[in-house]
Structures are given as C-alpha cells and as structure tokens.
C-alpha cells in the first residue's frame, strides 16, 4: 500500500460529525470504535443497532415495530410501524435560523437568486396547496422538465409532502428521452420551463415541451415555471399558483417508510430506462447517514456540486439540507466562460464541500489553473468526486493545490441506491488512485465467478446485507421479475451492482468499469477504468475508450483501443508504440492493443459515463440506431465514427 496523501486528524472524535456518532455509538451499546474498520464491521454485521443508532442521532421523529423485521433481498423490511415523511424532515430546521440562507440559484437564464430557511418552508406550503387545488392526491405521480433551479427543490418537496411520486428530467434531453421515462409512470402533473440559456446562447424547448404534453395522456394539468424570456401556451403558471396561495405554511402527510418518495431513471443507453423507485424512509435514513458522517456536513456548511436534474446527484445535493447546511443550485454551462467559472463560484458562495466531476478536476489540472492560489477557498474542507474513476495523478494534484487539510473524497454507487456504496470519510486514509473504503452499512465485498469473496484481485461488486436505501422496486414491475433479474440474477439474495472491483487488504478499492465491459482476453479479466487512467494521464491524449472482441474459437479475440488525441497530435507509428508501451509498463503485455484508433471523441451518456458496450456492439454488425438511444447521448454525433469504422472493416 502506498503511504496516504491524507490521514485523520488527531481529534477526529471532536472535530468531526463521524466521530460525535462514534461517541453517541459507543455511550448507547457499550462498544468500543478506534477505527474506521471497526465501526464499518458493526454497520454490516448489527444492522439493527447501526441503523437504529442512525435513526436516534438524527433524531427522526417516528415509533417504529423493529428496525428489520425481514432481512431478505429482495424484499427487506424496514422499520414497521414507523410514519415520516421526507420533506418535513428536510424542511425542519433545528441548528439554524430562519433568516439564515438556504438555497443560492446560480443561472445563466437569470439574476441570482437565494431563498432563507424561512422563505423556502413559506414557498413548499404555497406549493403544496396549489397542488392540491390541481387534484393531486397521495400516491399520484409529478413529473418536471425542469433545470437545477430552486422552484425545482420546491416543487418536489410539496410532491413529498402530500405522498405523490416525483420525477424529474433535465430541459436538454429531448422528447423521445423524456417520454420513454415519464409514459411508464403516467403522471397527472406535468411542471415544465419553455427554454434556458447555456453559457450565452439561449435555447428553446417549446417544441419539446409540446411533444411531450402530446405523448402523455394522462396529464391533467401542465404548469409553466417561467424561466427566461419566452412563455408557453395553455399551460398554468408557476408564479400565478403561489401566489394564489394562503402562504400558512407547509403541512405533511404521515407516510409509511417504504412509501415512494421519487423514481430515478437508469441512462436507457440500451433500452427503455429502468424506473428505480426510492422511499421515504430509506432515502431519508442513508442521507443523513452520508451527508454528515462521509461529507461531514452540518449547520453552517454549503453544499456545491453541479448536477442536473436527471442525475441522482441532484437529489444529494438537495439532502444537505437534512442537516441544515445549505446548497448552491446551478443551472448552464459549468465550463463557461471557463474552467474558473465554478472555483471562482465556490469563492463567492462561501462552499465548505465541493464536488466535481473527476473529468474537470483533471481539466483543471492539464490547464494549470491553480485554484487554491487563485481564489479564496479556504472555507472548503471536501472536495468530492464521482461519476468515474479518478486517476491517480489527480489525488497527488489535489493534495499539491489545495494541501494537507483538505480531505479529496472519491466515491462510487449510483442510481440504484442513490448514495455511495464505496467512498471516503474523515475517519479514513486516502491513498492515490484509490476510494478509501465501503460506505457504513454497506457489505460491499468482490467475488469470483464462484460467488467466493476475493482481495487483491478483480471481482463483481456485490452487496451482502441489505441497505434501506435499495429499490422498493421497479414503477410498473408488479410481478418484481425485472428487479430480480437486475440485480439477483447471478446469486439470489445477494444484490450484483455491474461494477468490476477489486479490494485491498487494508479495506481501499478501485473500480475497474463496469462488469459487462470487462475485458476477457486470454482467460484474464482487464478492467477498463485501467488503460484510462495509464493513457489519458498521456499529454497527447485527451480521451479514450477500450473494447475486445473475442474470438470464437477462444483465442485471444482482438483488442481495439480508441483514442482522443490532444490538439497539434496525430496518430504514428511513433504514437502507437508509445501508447503500447505505457500500458505494457504500467499494467501488463496483456494491455497493450491489436489496433489503435484516433476517432474525433468518445461516447458517453448524459451523466458522463463512457459507453464501452454500445461501441463494442457496433463493431460486432449491429447499427448505431439499435445500440443507444441517441437523446441518451451527451454528444449525439459521438457514435458516428464508430460506426463508420466498423463499415470500414466489413
């Protein structure tokens, strides 16, 4: 293991929110914690007393029967008998004022806004009953073509507090995208913006919005959040609705803890979306589990992170406010004017927590923008990083620019369980190239073909006990099969995430990409995520993208490497046998590739994950039409090479 960049600092019982749950654990079960190790031992192996423990410190406000009353997957059953309801946790504040800020919106459509604590809960109560003046009852579904904007946070949580079901996509993906999501839920309330500005240049949705009013049948009311300078026709306002409001204040149905909350949607790269409902309870519980004790955040802190709407992150970034810190909700172009735009933005809002993807923590890098020297960012103590893997060189750029004091926490989870089941906290060591552990309560283990645990070598990421925050289930499943094929496929009862892993003796691990793009050549399985951290550390490449195809017969089958080459580069011989070189060096014979592509960029979908399987599927004869849904793309044009390549070898 190599020495850690970062270590807990002395005081961590006091000076962190992880080490004050330490104290609470030990003083209500009578153990005793010195360690991460030792605390993440009894999340998994004593779930009742972990999660019951969880539910005490944070104070949720319910009785319950039993903490797990059926500990089978799928189909746990946790804390029966309790009634809560998610928004009004969020929305109850104890460590704050109410004049103090909630939510900053920062936008290139508009002026910046902010909301108090007091005027947030003022605006969820006039939204709630406008809501309710549109017939929407418990159970009900909300759907919104809405940017990361605070009208959004509001309307979800006047969703949640009557018990309706809320989803959400974001204002770029296109009609197709968006009714292959909402259709399945057939929600009566559409809320919808008619365009936006990204960077400079305005957009307008009008069409689309109209598109997908037509494709939704069973909407009984679309509501316009006005947003830039055009309007919509035949649809109700947003600031008409409010205003028509008594403004008494928010009330919140008594819900049970498995009542749906949201649906996410999966990318639906390769078919229809899969509709991931999440709960009340379990959303609320691991939220405030991973917001204080992983992100140590609390009263006084700011949570910035650019997401959008159709990511899971914007649901964790709105969760900060669980524990009364506040958020900054962007909406545009996080590159524009520049890579400064979003350091210069966590100066001026006054961040304690950061996140990023680990793309523009390494652009940041490559354009030798030194943010710490350049802005005033001494308020952050985190800076987080998720969505795909972060290269080594990366965490030494971090601990370079920002120093000792600032904790880089590189996770990874998803959708599936909105969280994190592998990542850091204040209470772990960071090492380069590497996320410092499983997250409490998650029995995050690698197996072997055999479904034997394995460390040190590559194995399927799978999850042992259950978590609250799993899937109740999938909208429209009743019969639960796909769920169970999702997720249980290979061994029942044990949840297979898709991600290829491997562990350390120390308890660290690094995702290898997903398991379905796993490499197998020669019997020896290659992870992706691997040639990408060797090649795109590389000054002449930008980015790149691996696949193998086998061969039939069980040979070694062919390895195709796809590289981005950085501007004034081109592909040569000289290139090639560099290229080969650093992968042979860095990892294996094995690694280093048959053919070597230069093609003008590489796919990924909206959340910026690399499309490896749709790639490898064209080049195995099947059109680019039927391996990804287009408005799934990021760069709708990013498959045409491929393409073209593969008729090329025809």
Known sequence: ??????????????????????????????????????????????PDEFWGSIWDHFGVDSEYDKVLADDNMPGANWFPGARLNFARHLLDFRQVGAADTAVIGVSQTRDQVSLTFAELTEQVGRAREALQRLGVRRGDRVVAYLPNIPETLIAFLATASLGAVWASCAPEFGSRSVLDRFR????TVLLAVSGYTYGTKPVDRSTEVAAIR??????TSVIEVEYGAARLTDAVSWGDLLAESTGAGPEFDSLPFDHPLFVLFSSGTTGQPKAIVHSHGGVLLEHLKNHALSWDLGPGDRLLWFTTTAWMMWNALISALLVDSSIVMIDGNPLHPGLEFQWRLAEETGATFMGASPGFLMATRRSGLRPAEEFDLSRVRQIGAAGSPLPAEGYH?????????????????????????VQGSPLQPVVAGEISGPCLGFDAQAWDDEGRPVVGELGELVI??????MPIGFWGDSTGERYRTTYFD???????????????????????????????????????????????????????????????????????????????????????????????QALSPRHVPDLVVAV???????????????VKRI????????????????????LDAFAQFARGRT
């Open 1 to 46: 293991m190599s020495a850690p960049l970062w270590t807990p600092p002395a005081d961590w019982r006091a000076s962190t929110r992880i080490g004050h749950f330490v104290q609470y654990a030990e003083l209500r079960t009578g153990r005793t914690f010195t360690s991460y190790d030792e605390l993440w031992r009894w999340s998994v192996t004593s």
């Open 184 to 187: 399945q839920l057939e929600p």
């Open 214 to 219: 037509d494709g939704l049948p069973s909407l």
């Open 397 to 421: 750029w971090v601990r370079e620019v920002f120093g000792p004091e600032v904790l880089l926490n590189v996770g990874s989870g998803g959708t599936d369980v909105c969280s994190g089941i």
């Open 464 to 469: 042992t006990r259950p978590v609250p925050s």
């Open 490 to 584: 290979r061994w029942p009862g044990v949840w297979r995430h898709g991600d290829w892993i491997r562990f350390s003796e120390s308890g660290s691990c690094v995702i290898a990409g997903r398991s379905d793009a796993t490499l197998n050549r020669g019997g020896v399985r290659l992870g992706t995520a691997e040639f990408y951290q060797v090649l795109e550390e590389l000054p002449e490449v930008e980015d790149s993208l691996v696949v193998h195809l086998e061969d039939p017969q069980g040979g070694n089958g062919e390895l195709v490497l796809f590289v981005v080459l950085a501007q004034g580069n081109s592909l040569d011989e000289d290139l090639e046998r560099r290229l080969a070189g650093e992968l042979k």
């Open 600 to 614: 003008p960029a590489v796919p990924r979908n909206r959340t910026g994950k690399k499309l490896e399987l749709p």
């Open 619 to 638: 080049l195995q004869g099947r059109p680019a039409s039927e391996v990804a849904a287009i408005d799934s793309l990021a760069d709708p044009h990013s």
